[in-house]
């Protein structure tokens, strides 16, 4: 990508930029970017402060496909990291195969798929306070284990987001202009229940993947609660979707967690 013009947001986009500035570490940054609206912003700070950094996205292998088409053409550049279990190569529905389905409380799979890479290292995320009440205590630089987490954009309100993507005309995934205002898994179990229930009409082989895996586990696992939520795998997914509380009190989906958008 190359440089591009500041039109608007001259305030906030001075702030990050002095944030991204002062926080430089030696080996330069290490960027989680999920090829959503806020990370392509932090690419475009983290550009136009002229620091060194590369870009590095988890497969979550439960992106939209649009994620995916947008990261190739728009930044082949960015490393693309396949997600593993135990050394091997895997994917979401292994991962339900063998741990059963994630919810709010028992989120497996965002260590497995989100939370992976940048250890040791400056890891820049696109974590904003506006997102949602859980991330309004959220810091601009804060330790999290062994990475330290630069959230450049944490004061950003959505609109200051799209100003600066509309302002230097970057390209982001179509997905937004379909009605969705946020990316990331299909079926997350943080997102509030009326976009999970969008996602299980929406992605038709993710809901039958889904099935398969959690037969398996069925199968492996005949004590489990799971049966508590019904009595065939299409049964036991339509009640794992529609369980979450429609918003949170901020009248937002509740994303704590979520790496960036
Ligand atoms: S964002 Fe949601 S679906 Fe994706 S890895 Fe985290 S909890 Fe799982």
């Given at each position: 990508m190359t440089q591009t013009l500041i039109t608007s947001n001259g305030t906030l986009?001075?702030?990050s930029i002095d944030h991204?500035?002062?926080h430089q570490p030696k080996d330069g940054y290490y960027l989680a970017f999920s090829g959503g609206k806020d990370s392509i912003v932090c690419y475009d700070l983290l550009e136009k402060a002229g620091v060194d950094f590369e870009a590095h996205h988890?497969?979550?292998s439960?992106?939209?496909k649009e994620v995916g088409i947008f990261l190739r053409k728009y930044y082949p550049e960015v490393e693309r990291h396949h997600p593993t279990y135990k050394g091997e190569p895997t994917n979401f529905y292994k991962l339900v195969s063998m741990k059963g389905l994630p919810n709010r409380?028992?989120?497996w799979c965002c260590a497995y798929l989100k939370e992976v890479g940048g250890t040791g290292r400056t890891v820049v995320t696109g974590v904003r306070r506006a997102e949602s009440n859980k991330r309004s205590g959220r810091l601009v630089y804060q330790k999290f284990g062994n990475k330290n987490i630069l959230n450049p954009i944490v004061d950003w309100k959505d609109n200051d987001v799209w100003d600066l993507i509309h302002d230097n005309e970057l390209p982001y995934p179509s997905l937004y202009d379909n009605g969705h205002d946020r990316i990331g898994c299909i079926l997350c179990p943080l997102m509030c229940v009326h976009k999970r229930i969008r996602d299980?009409?929406?992605?038709p082989a993710h809901v039958r993947a889904l099935e398969r895996a959690i037969e398996i586990f069925l199968s492996t696992r005949p004590e489990s609660g799971l049966w508590n939520w019904g009595s065939t795998p299409k049964e036991i997914i339509l009640s794992w979707v529609t369980s979450t509380p429609t918003t949170d009190e901020s009248g937002q989906c509740n994303l704590e967690g979520v790496?960036?958008?």
């Open positions: 986009i001075t702030q991204i500035k002062k988890a497969i979550t439960i992106d939209p409380h028992v989120r299980y009409y929406e992605h790496t960036s958008e």
